[in-house]
């Protein structure tokens, strides 16, 4: 019996580099991605992409809303 199912695994280690990438393509400052989603400092966004931090999935959930991309896109 063969499994059709296609890889689901999500791989939180590039979280922060996909960030950096949609953001930068989209023209987006961090300050302005951490404004659209009710933060004050773009700091946390620095901390995401350089890895320094993880989001929670409701924030990541939120990024990704922010970008216009799917929360799948984002760890993939």
Do not use: C, H
């Not at 959930?61 to 991309?69: E, Q, S, T």
């Amino acid at each position: 019996m063969t499994n059709n199912l296609k890889d689901t695994s999500l791989d939180i280690s590039k979280f922060g580099i996909n960030l950096w990438k949609i953001r930068s393509e989209k023209g987006m400052s961090r300050q302005a991605l951490a404004d659209e989603i009710g933060l004050q400092d773009q700091r946390i966004i620095y901390d995401y992409e350089n890895g320094i931090k993880n989001p929670k999935l409701e924030r990541a959930l939120l990024i990704a809303m922010a970008l216009g991309v799917t929360l799948d896109s984002m760890f993939r």
